[in-house]
């Protein structure tokens, strides 16, 4: 029971897994059969994500860990919480979601994270990490406030637990000496080596009843004894621990520390798991070591152990990717910060722990002295920018919508309170399809429009993003940021060099007279194709690349307004973004008061929204060209009969073309013409 089979070689056995519906079937598996039952998962593991892509590696490194976690706790009585919960397809597999695992980060399929609405199993939702160990020891005190005895347990990974939160949350935990496990998976960072069957023996025998309990004796003993000679006694037992395990960091949080553990070898994990089990007091880390990827030969060949992978051949490993039409927009980022930072030597970029997502991989290439992973910490992140642009230098945080977040109070206090012009690359802009609604870039917009002295642009298309690198570089007065969303770029052809844009102002791309359609950000190409439509229905209509959401072009937004019936902003963000920003203004100048004038925002729906395909998400949120077609025919009061007749549109436009004219030669009279 030691190692994990090769794949694929259990199918001339009786197969176990078919009959496990839930951890209480796995409760009745003989404990020999164990082996055969993570053989099976993971061979479940790989043919289902094989189907649907998704995370592999990391679910594939928990196997035999998931197996035992199941095997020797009360699930769901016991409570299982898996930080970022990115490994736990396994975990569902075993929950009652095996029927469903090849619908995984599908449209109206399985949530690619833990997610409670999905199961009484997933006690915690997550997606971003770190979080196990505070939500852990949250429910480790009601337990102990409404006289509970149940377990919790919070399995974090090595990446994870290098977060501040996690060591705020061990420090309050251990502090206040509540009954928790935590599992540390280490699979990567090699925070303490094992060394061989010594460490087996050691990990066992501190995790057993008897030097438990001893221990406690001792300390109790000691308790009898002058302070300085207690304290000299326990602190040579935790440093005689620590100097053969590795954990006196951990002890020094106030964790009883167990390790290192073999995280592929049931006959080590099962035994210690039921020694923590049966501990009664304190919280207990156990150190477990496993390989990501582990069982299947192409992602333990891969440097990123498969952590995210699409469609792929299971013989070979081979994934399905096509050709992409259009470089990335994350590709477009980085390699026009390369050329930027060829002219300036100040230029330095800072990423957290997603050198890769992000682009910045391409600048360490080239510069590897001037970038900075500093791990999943996003709130350092922030401030170490704004340190670094106290002395002058230009830094780049490159952080996706979603996890920049996590740092509002830095992004408010370190940097905007005190005009430091750090400049915020921020990744995945919008909606993100097959991650869901964790991973959404959907505040961004509104969290940072609202402070005073801040740049916030978006980018329409991959082009635009080039000049939007050269104009954050050229800030150097005040904070910047500019968006971009996650995939290809629309197929622009790009320039050799960014060009800074002028501050403040849009740009019109198509010229029109009855509806004018300000997009801000990649809904651009949609309000493109929306146009051309309402033309077929003979609307008239403008489509203008708004660029800035602050500050805004007055300019062109007023007279957006003077001269067209309607005017709808678009954007890939919630509410209370750039579209309240233009009916602010639209209402201090006067423009909603003027007669026959209308103007709508078209946000994101007040809803998260469930994975789907990017395409099919905002169809659904009503920000591709049939909902904004839609929504100028809602708001001429025609509805939906407006497709299927198109000569209501034309009546429409003709009953407005007095009023328009009108309002068309006061604008010319009173601004000398428009552009």
């Not at 007091?281 to 156990?286: A, E, I, T, W």
């Not at 080039?466 to 052809?493: C, E, K, L, N, Q």
């Not at 004038?597 to 994101?604: I, N, P, T, W």
Request: hydrophobic residues 45%; neutral net charge.
């Amino acid at each position: 029971m030691t190692a994990p089979s090769p794949i694929f070689d259990v199918s001339t056995r009786r197969a176990i897994l078919d009959s496990i519906k839930s951890p209480a079937d796995l409760r009745r598996v003989n404990a020999q059969d164990l082996r055969q039952v993570a053989d099976e998962l993971r061979n479940e593991t790989i043919s289902a994500v094989a189907l649907t892509g998704g995370h592999l590696g990391a679910g594939l490194g928990v196997v035999e860990l998931t197996v035992a976690l199941h095997y020797v706790f009360d699930t769901p009585n016991d409570k299982l919480i898996w930080d970022v919960g990115h490994q736990a397809y396994p975990h569902k597999i075993l929950t009652g979601r095996r029927d469903r695992i090849r619908t995984i980060r599908q449209g109206g399929g399985l949530s690619g994270f833990t997610k409670r609405a999905e199961s009484e199993y997933d006690c915690f939702g997550a997606a971003h990490s770190s979080t196990s160990i505070s939500a852990g020891l949250g429910m480790a005190v009601a337990r102990d406030l409404s006289g509970a005895q149940h377990n919790v347990i919070c399995v974090i990974g090595d990446g994870a637990i290098s977060a501040g939160m996690a060591y705020e949350a061990m420090n309050n935990a251990g502090a206040a000496n509540r009954r928790l496990i935590v599992i540390l998976n280490d699979n990567e960072m090699s925070i303490a080596p094992p060394v061989g069957a010594m460490s087996h023996y050691l990990a066992r025998l501190l995790s057993s009843p008897t030097f438990m309990s001893l221990r406690e004796i001792g300390r109790n003993f000691a308790g009898h004894l002058p302070r300085f000679i207690k304290d000299k006694a326990v602190r040579a037992e935790e440093l005689a621990r620590g100097f053969v395990t590795g954990g006196t960091l951990f002890e020094e949080l106030g964790f009883y520390y167990v390790g290192v553990v073999d995280g592929h070898n049931l006959d080590q994990l099962i035994p210690v798991l039921e020694n923590v089990r049966a501990a009664k007091d304190g919280p207990v880390l156990v150190h477990v070591r496993t390989q990501k990827g582990k069982g299947y030969a192409p992602a333990e060949a891969s440097d990123d152990k498969y952590h995210g992978v699409v469609k792929f051949d299971v013989a070979t490993g081979k994934q399905k990717k096509s050709a992409p039409a259009a470089p990335s927009y994350t590709k477009v980022f980085g390699q026009s910060l390369v050329k930027e930072a060829q002219k300036d030597d100040r230029i330095v970029a800072i990423t957290a722990a997603m050198p890769a997502g992000t682009g910045v991989d391409i600048f360490q290439k080239a510069f590897p002295q001037r970038t900075f992973d500093v791990g999943i910490a996003e709130q350092h992140a922030v401030t170490f920018a704004a340190g670094l642009a106290t002395q002058g230098f230009k830094p780049f945080a490159a952080i996706y919508s979603t996890f920049l977040q996590r740092a509002y109070d830095q992004v408010v206090h370190d940097v905007a309170i005190q005009r430091l012009p750090v400049r915020f690359a921020i990744d995945r802009a919008g909606l993100v399809g097959a991650d869901g609604p964790t991973h959404a870039g959907s505040f961004d917009v509104t969290y940072l429009s609202c402070l005073p002295g801040f740049v916030v642009m978006a980018a329409a298309d991959e082009a635009e993003l080039v000049h939007m690198v050269a104009t954050a570089a050229a800030i150097d007065d005040r904070p910047s940021a500019f968006r971009y969303p996650r995939g290809d770029g629309v197929g622009v052809p790009l320039p050799e060099q960014g060009m800074p844009l002028e501050i403040g102002r849009g740009r019109l791309v198509r010229q029109g007279s009855t509806v004018a359609l300000l997009s801000f950000g990649a809904r651009l190409s949609e309000c493109l194709q929306a146009a051309e439509t309402l033309a077929s229905r003979g609307v008239s209509t403008t489509v203008a690349d708004a660029r800035f959401a602050k500050p805004l072009d007055e300019d062109l937004i007023l007279r957006l307004a003077r001269n067209h019936e309607l005017l709808i902003t678009i954007e890939e963000g919630a509410i209370g973004g750039f579209g309240s920003h233009v009916m602010q203004l639209l209402a201090e100048k006067g423009a909603l008061e003027q007669r026959g004038f209308r103007a709508r925002s078209m946000v994101l729906p007040d809803v998260f929204l469930d994975q789907d395909t990017p395409a099919a998400m905002y169809a659904r949120a009503g920000l591709d060209s049939n909902g904004i077609v839609a929504k100028v025919f809602e708001v001429f009061g025609q509805g939906a009969a407006t497709a299927v007749q198109p000569d209501i549109s034309v009546l429409v436009e003709q009953a407005s073309n007095t009023r328009r004219q009108k309002r068309l030669r006061a604008s010319a009279a009173l601004n000398g013409g428009s552009r």
